[in-house]
């Protein structure tokens, strides 16, 4: 069920959350969280979709904030509130509002969005493109539990890093750390299997990669060497070695979803490495809601020496 409100507010939005609920006899107890997503016109649909796909493990009342600027000078400053609210079907297993902000209420969203939250449960904010330098200190930001920003969806992901390492604040994570799960648990799990002192390591992968160089970070807290980067033609994240008395214990993903595990002494494996979409990433995501202690070890590259790795 959808409904649309045209210049509204956030009494009227949650009166037609009421309606529809009822209408479709959907319960709101069986939530769990809410999710804000801030985001533009051009990727709201794509966001919606992931945050939907998302929702059948998580279910969520989902609030898709989008500024809207005119050009129009004469009509900047008016304060203007759309919204659409989507139940039952049309919103996975949870309900969506589409709020949709013009004029001056844009600079005050989180008024907005404040009534609009699910009593008494966690509220995480996802900025699918164009996240704050400082997370926590943005006013939607501030309101959440979990913040999620994306340095593969900005222009310039290494300054940016540059910036999340000084702004970090427990409850902040990207999703360029969430997509080296995976790897992270393989370098793991083949650690653990070679038990050698690794004396050094390198992370190959494309040009400016903030996953790749998130990885090497937190393999230098981790191991306490010095990661060397080094170039390749992607994508993302290729190979990475870590050198042994022994031997090198190697994972090789040239391209596509297999990658290959070399350990010395034992004949090459094959795993599945694949590049996982971001409805996954954001369901990983919401299964913790406390600090991730990895992603900031990996912020700072600073770690213990015990347990050398440690997901």
Known sequence: MRIDLTD???????????????????????????????????????????????????????????????????????????????????????????????????????????????????????????????PAKDPLGALGQRRITDLYAVENPMETLRKRVRSYAPGDTDLAWTRLTLWRSMLAAALDQARMEVTSATVEAEADNPAAELLARWLEARLRVTVERVASDGPAVTTVRLGTAAGEIVIDRPEGPVASLTLPDQPPRTLALKVRPTSELIAEELRRLDADEMYAIALSGEGAKENPVHV
Do not use: F
């Open 8 to 134: 509204t507010t956030a009494s009227k939005i949650n009166k037609a959350l009421v309606q529809g609920r009822r209408a479709v006899g959907t319960p709101a107890v069986g939530m769990v969280l809410t999710m804000v997503i801030v985001t533009d016109e051009e990727n709201a649909y794509d966001s919606m979709k992931a945050a939907e796909e998302a929702s059948h493990e998580h279910p969520s009342r989902t609030l898709v904030v989008i500024k809207r600027h005119t050009r129009n000078p004469r009509e900047r400053t008016k304060s203007h509130l759309d919204a659409e609210v989507r139940v039952g079907s049309e919103a996975g297993t949870g309900e969506t509002v589409v709020l949709r902000m013009y004029g001056d209420v844009s600079e005050h969203a989180d008024s907005v969005v404040l009534p609009l939250l699910l009593p008494d449960a966690p509220v995480v904010v996802w900025w699918p493109v164009d996240g704050p330098d400082n």
